[in-house]
């Protein structure tokens, strides 16, 4: 579920909340979701500090003192709340960070789909992904550099932006909505692309990313456990009007994902009008 944007908002609301805090404990719920390479995570993390949060494409990582970085990749359905100790615990809490001001930092998710990798800076490479991703979406270099890592991709656009070897930090939903913004039909093919359109969708991913963040930051609040996406202009919007044409927007489910897009904004290679 986190893509850029939320995770933006999370990482500013956990940096505001928990910079200099530390850990009195810590308890895995669901260790399915824990990979501990440097020392056992509940033992070993008591008594750090937490320097900070930040985040690097679809993770956040929390860097803790004494060389110690705790880096969860969320994948679909991965959560973290903030909240006071004595507050219910949602069933699919998977581990709880306590802090010395009674309040806790709890990782929840629905499927158990995300992992949490407990790690020193030299273990740090070994998380599968992290490396792997492109620059962020918010600072990503040049429209030159993105033409040229495109170049290896030959797929639907909506799939190459998803990966996040071009761009980090895109999911499904904001892909859905920078394609749109963009006026690209989802499954066009890269090599399909003018260079006009690569142009406005380099320029539509940060921007669509940039406009969320502020509407996200003031909708949840303190409750950055909470999914929105009811603001997005197209996605998870089918059936509902184009807000640009009015057209009625178009969904089709693959590989259990939603891709919702307007035909007359987005034209397809068949759909031309
Ligand atoms: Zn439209």
Known sequence: MPEAPDLEVIKDYLNHRTAGLVVCSAKVLRPTVMRSLAGDFPTDVQGRTLDEFRR????????????RLLVVNPMLTGAFQYCGSSER???R???????SNDRE?????????GIAYYVDDESLSQVPRLGEQGPDVLDPGSFEEFQERL?????????????GRVLAGIGNAYADEILFAAGIYPFRKKKALTQEETCRLFEMSREVVQEAIPVLRKRLGDNIHVKIRDFLKVHNKGGQACPR?????????????????????????????
């Open 93 to 99: 809490t998977c581990f709880i960070l306590s802090f």
């Open 151 to 163: 170049r290896p991709y030959h797929g639907e656009i909506k799939g190459i932006l998803t990966r």
């Open 89 to 91: 615990l949602y069933k």
């Open 105 to 113: 930092l709890r990782y929840l998710d629905d499927r158990q789909m």
């Open 245 to 273: 044409c009015g057209n009625t927007i178009t969904q089709v489910s693959a590989n259990q994902r939603i891709t919702s897009y307007c035909r007359r904004c987005q034209p397809g290679l068949l759909l031309k009008n």
């Open 56 to 67: 690097q494409g679809k993770f956040l990582l929390a860097q803790l003192s004494g060389d």
